[in-house]
């Protein structure tokens, strides 16, 4: 017998329900609902998830789903986790234009085409399709080129499987896959070596010109006044303080008054 408010959907596994939603979140609406977290639950229908029009926030993951259908409806939705499921496409989310953030790793993604319905989103940068901590992946992955080609179909993204394509990191990761490929053996029946070049530019390493000593003096002089200052004005006060003390001290105890 399932619990009470879930029901078996597709291949056995379960059904969306109202009551489910409603136990697990507390919430008396559907439309009330921001934030849902059905992982691992053996999910394989999503029955009336797309009633819940206010959803922001939603982790699927872990789960048997094979399509996506009711998501299509959640114009809200921002954050999506559909990692390790069964989805051989992704096209119900072309309307989500809140969608900010996918994790679709682990699934039947085939080619990158499979992506087009993704490419009018205008929110979306931050992209997984592969997660080697968590040994997900699609198979559209395996391709030498597509990393390249993801890039491309999807131009507005900031992250693609947690690695900065623009911005602040993304020369880090370029340069590691730079040095990735060029440490791969060459397809070439005869290689022979490359020459060496430098890292840096000529002269990156030379000491600044003389012409700039003299700045550098300025500034250091002007610091030492500055801080000669600092010292006067300590030392003035501290005198102010032994002042006032020494004056109190002279004018004996205070005399009391009775009210």
């Known amino acids: 017998m399932e619990p009470p408010g879930e029901k078996p959907g597709e291949a056995g596994g379960l059904q969306i329900t109202p009551q489910l939603l409603k136990s697990r979140t507390g919430e008396f609406s559907l439309e009330s609902i921001l934030l849902l977290k059905l992982r691992c639950v053996g999910l394989a229908d999503l029955g ?7 959803l922001e926030w939603l982790d699927l993951s872990g789960n048997a789903l094979t399509h996506l259908g ?4 959640l114009r809200q939705l921002a954050v999506l986790n559909v990692s390790n499921n069964r989805l051989t496409g992704l096209e119900p989310l072309a309307t989500c234009e809140n969608l900010q953030s996918l994790n679709a790793a682990g699934n039947l993604l085939a080619t990158p085409g499979q992506l087009q319905c993704l ?3 205008p929110c979306l940068e931050y992209l997984r399709l592969r997660d080697p901590l968590a040994r997900l992946s699609n198979p559209l992955c395996a391709s030498p080129s ?3 080609a993801v890039r491309e179909l999807l131009p507005g993204l900031k992250a693609i499987d947690g690695e ?3 911005g602040r990191g993304s020369e ?5 896959r730079d040095l990735d490929s060029s440490l791969r053996p060459s397809s070439s029946s005869s290689p022979r070596a490359t020459e060496a070049q430098p890292w840096v530019e000529p002269g990156y390493w030379e000491s600044w ?4 000593s003299s700045i550098l003096e300025e500034a250091f002089r002007q610091f030492q006044d500055t801080l000669q200052e600092c010292w006067d004005l300590e030392r003035q006060a501290s005198d102010s303080l032994a002042q006032a003390e020494q004056a109190l001290n002279s004018a004996g105890p205070t005399s009391s008054f009775v009210f």
């Open 48 to 54: 009336c998830l797309g009633e819940c029009l206010g």
């Open 209 to 212: 010109p003389s012409q700039s």
């Open 70 to 73: 009711p998501l299509a409806s």
């Open 172 to 176: 880090f990761y370029q340069l590691c």
């Open 164 to 166: 900065r394509v623009i």
């Open 146 to 148: 597509y990393w390249a």
């Open 119 to 121: 490419a009018g989103l």
